[in-house]
């Protein structure tokens, strides 16, 4: 479903991303492990078009998009959650999820939508009209997939979707993002034990 191609991305002089080639399959779960600073969240941004690659290509089903611009490729089906969630805090929760589905018309489906993503998360349920500021960390992660949930993904691409969170939470979050069925790729994913 997605491929990358001997994509290279700098950061000026700086060589960020190196011949990186891999698939990503429909359905997949895949996570891509490595220290600080060895390119996973450059790897999310390249793919996203938040960087451009000097050379090297993206494929979304057969389609390149490493030349798109980053709303084009949200359209597309990528969707990214950022390291840090940035949630809009002043917002509520509703409102948040709201923000997700920008891109979408179909009023029905989003409040549809809207419905399944709080059922996927109950801790969200009873809090739909309290600001996402106010929410734990925990919380604050669940809104944050919800909002990209909502744009409808066909990748849905996560950074550090671990952090700060506590063994347990860690544990009900990737068997939620694993009954989704759609393309998962997990950045910077920390060690967890049973």
Known sequence: MLRYEGVNTFYGPIHALKDVTFEVPRGSLVAVLGANGAGKTTLMNTTSGLIRPRSGQILLDGTRIDRLPPERIVRLGVTQVPEGRQLFPDLTVAENLRMGAYARRDGRT??????????????????TRQLAGTLSGGEQQMLAIGRALMARPRVLLLDEPSLGLSPLLVRQL?????????ATSVLGLKPVRS
């Open 110 to 127: 989003i409040r549809e939508d809207q419905a399944e993503v709080l059922n996927r998360f109950p801790a969200l349920r009873g809090r």
């Open 174 to 182: 990737f068997a939620s993002l694993a009954a989704l069925g759609i």
